[in-house]
């Protein structure tokens, strides 16, 4: 079965500390993605990633980065947490097959709440 | 950006009715996608309909597909207390090569009651 893993589940930050958001997939995507979700404003894509050390912005990139060293992590980091990024974040991931892109698999969410 | 937009927001049915979600979007697209999301979970993918396709069935799901009105619509027939969840529509927009970066919609709650 397509897994994609999120580190924490939940996490309280303070305003200013520097956090990472893990995120591992098994099935060997090329494509990483993360997303943001907030009540009435759906899913914002952050940043994506379609290959190892490769990356692009997304819609919301500002306060975020993000780090693929290998294949099967992709990594989102805050680089000094505000409360404005109180949120869930989303990773997902996909095939850049022809037959396999279409569809993306979604971990299960980290709730991030800074104080 | 966003560019599916749901309609309704939210949706209260009996079980065994069925229910209706339509999503609107802008720009061209090579194929639009419906996922769904329990409360608090991640989203789990649907069904997809590729642009040259007009319906799709899978079980108790069927989407539709207008290209000149761009519009889709997903419908969940006699439906169960389980389908409980937030639907959200997702466009593949023409242009975005291998990537499979989806532009996801707002979603409709669709509340199903026993």
């Known amino acids: 079965d397509v897994k994609v893993t999120q580190s924490s589940r939940y996490l309280v930050k303070r305003t200013g500390e520097k956090v990472f958001l893990e995120c591992v997939q098994d099935?060997?995507?090329?494509?990483m993605f993360w997303y943001r979700q907030d009540p009435g404003l759906g899913l914002r894509l952050i940043y994506f990633?379609?290959?190892?050390?490769?990356?692009e912005k997304g819609d919301i990139p500002e306060g975020y980065s993000v780090s693929r060293e290998k294949k099967e992590r992709f990594s989102l980091i805050l680089e000094s947490a505000s409360t404005n990024q109180t949120s869930m974040y989303l990773c997902?991931?996909?095939?850049?097959?022809?037959?396999?892109?279409?569809?993306?698999?979604f971990g299960e969410g980290s709730w991030l709440t800074v104080v | 950006s966003q560019q599916g937009e749901e309609d309704p927001q939210a949706l209260s049915i009996q079980e065994g009715e069925n229910a209706t979600m339509n999503c609107s979007y802008k720009?061209?697209?090579?194929?639009l996608q419906w996922y769904r999301q329990n409360s608090g979970r991640g989203l789990v993918h649907l069904i997809l309909?590729?642009?040259?396709?007009r319906e799709k069935h899978s079980g108790r799901l069927r989407v539709t597909l207008d290209t000149s009105k761009k519009s889709s619509s997903l419908l969940i027939t006699a439906s169960r207390a389980a389908d409980t969840a937030s639907y959200f529509c997702?466009?593949?927009?023409?242009?975005?090569?291998?990537?499979?970066?989806?532009?996801f919609g707002q979603g409709t709650t669709l509340q199903v009651k026993p």
């Open positions: 990633s379609y290959d190892v050390k490769m990356k």
């Open positions: 997902a991931s996909s095939s850049s097959s022809t037959g396999g892109r279409d569809t993306i698999y």
């Open positions: 309909i590729r642009s040259n396709e």
């Open positions: 099935m060997d995507h090329e494509n």
């Open positions: 720009t061209s697209i090579n194929n």
């Open positions: 997702a466009t593949g927009p023409k242009g975005s090569g291998n990537t499979g970066k989806l532009i």
